[in-house]
C-alpha cells in the first residue's frame, strides 16, 4: 500500500511540538514499519507459530500485561518523525531495519507469553524464574554471565525473568540464527533448547488469549509532542559530572594554530555531537541522550575556557570518545553498577 502523504511531514520541529499525538493521523498500514511486521508474521509462520500479534502505533514500545500485542513507537510511522525523535534524543530507538527486527522479535516474546499463559508452567519458571518478581527500578548486569543470551543492549536478558524469556525467543526465532553453536558450553543454550521445544508443542494451536484491543494508542492520545519528549529527557537525565579543567585542557588547547572558527573545540564538539553520542551509546548501551548531556556541558566549558583543537578531528574524536565513556562508567559505578530498566 502506497505512503499516505501528511501535511505536517513539512511542518518545522517547533510546529510539530505543538501538535497532539491523535492530530497526526497515523496509519500503521501505510508505513515503511507496516512491511518489518509482515516479515515477523512470516518468521513465526515459518517455525509453525499460527499466532500473530496485533499491533498499533503508541508512544514506546512496549507489550502490556494481559494483552497479546505489540506498541511500535510513533516514530517509526514516517521519516519526519523519526528525524524529530533523532534530534530530541540523539537516537532513534528501532530506527534501522536490524534494531527494528530484533525488537519487534523482543516484543513477540512477551506476546506469545501472554497469548499462551506460557509463563504459568512450573518449567517455564524453573528456567527463567518467578513471572511475578516485581520489576525493579535498576538491575545490576553481569556482563561475563553464561546463562542469559546477548540480543538487545546492556544485557537486558538479565533485568527480569519475564524479559529473559522475550530476549531468549528473540534469538530462537532470528533467521539464520546459530544458537545451538554461538551458545555452546553457555548455560543459556539450556534455556534455547527448551524454548525450541516449547515452541514445538505450540505448532497449529490457537491462542488462549485472543484480546485485540488497543492500550494506549496514539489515536486516542490528547497529549502534544512537546510534553512527551520533556517528561521522556527529563526520564534519561543523569546528575552531571564536574567537569575539570585539566581533563579538558588534555582534550584541546588554548594555542590557536590560525585555521579559523571551525577549529574550536566548541564548534568541533557542536559538529560532531550526534556521532559522538551514537559511538558512545553503541559502545555502552546508555541511551544517546545521556551522553548529550554530558556534550552540552562539555561544549559550554570548552566555549568559556576558548580552547581549540591540538590534533586531527579523527584523533580528537577518539579522545572525546574516550572521555565520555569514562565519564558514563565513572557515574554507573557512583550508582553501584544500576542500569534503568
Not at 506498541?71 to 540523539?90: D, G, T
Not at 499463559?117 to 512450573?122: F, M, S, V, Y
Not at 516485581?134 to 538487545?152: E, M
Request: with cysteine; hydrophobic share 35%.
Amino acid at each position: 500500500m502506497a505512503a499516505r502523504k501528511y501535511r505536517w511531514a513539512t511542518a518545522s520541529d517547533e510546529e510539530l511540538l505543538s501538535m497532539r499525538f491523535r492530530d497526526l493521523k497515523l496509519v500503521l498500514s501505510r508505513t515503511t514499519v507496516q512491511p518489518r511486521i509482515d516479515r515477523l508474521y512470516g518468521e513465526l509462520g515459518q517455525r509453525g507459530i499460527k499466532f500473530k500479534p496485533h499491533c498499533w502505533l503508541a508512544e514506546e514500545w512496549f507489550s502490556p500485561d494481559g494483552v497479546p500485542g505489540i506498541a511500535i513507537p510513533f516514530y517509526l510511522a514516517h521519516r519526519r518523525l523519526s528525524q524529530l525523535e533523532n534530534r530530541q534524543m540523539f537516537g532513534v530507538e528501532g530506527g534501522t531495519d536490524k534494531f527494528c527486527m530484533q525488537l519487534l522479535r523482543h516484543e513477540a516474546g512477551h506476546a506469545i507469553d501472554t497469548a499462551y499463559g506460557l509463563h504459568r508452567r512450573q518449567r517455564w519458571q524453573q528456567m527463567f524464574g518467578r513471572f511475578q518478581k516485581p520489576y525493579p527500578d535498576y538491575y545490576s548486569p553481569r556482563p561475563q554471565s553464561k546463562n542469559f543470551v546477548l540480543h538487545l543492549d546492556w544485557w537486558y536478558a538479565q533485568s527480569h525473568p519475564a524479559e529473559d524469556f522475550a530476549e531468549t525467543f528473540a534469538v530462537w526465532l532470528a533467521p539464520g540464527s546459530r544458537w545451538q553453536r554461538e551458545y555452546a558450553g553457555w548455560g543459556a543454550l539450556k534455556k534455547l533448547q527448551y524454548v525450541d521445544e516449547l515452541m514445538a508443542s505450540l505448532t497449529d494451536r490457537s491462542p488462549l488469549v485472543r484480546k485485540r484491543v488497543h492500550i494506549e494508542p496514539l489515536s486516542q492520545n490528547n497529549r502534544t509532542l512537546g510534553e512527551h519528549y520533556a517528561e521522556k529527557r527529563k526520564h534519561y537525565a543523569i546528575q552531571l559530572p564536574q567537569f575539570y579543567d585539566t581533563e579538558l585542557c588534555r582534550l584541546f588547547t588554548h594555542d590557536w594554530d590560525g585555521n579559523g572558527s571551525r577549529r574550536t573545540a566548541a564548534a568541533f564538539l557542536r559538529r560532531n555531537a550526534g556521532l559522538l553520542c551514537d559511538v558512545c551509546a553503541r559502545s555502552t548501551g546508555e541511551y544517546p541522550y545521556v551522553f548529550a548531556q554530558i556534550l552540552q556541558e562539555m561544549i559550554i566549558r570548552c566555549r568559556e575556557l576558548k580552547l581549540h583543537l591540538s590534533e586531527t578531528e579523527e584523533q580528537t574524536r577518539l579522545g572525546v570518545v574516550a572521555f565520555l565513556i569514562v565519564h558514563m562508567l565513572n557515574h554507573i559505578n557512583q550508582t553501584q553498577h544500576r542500569v534503568p530498566v
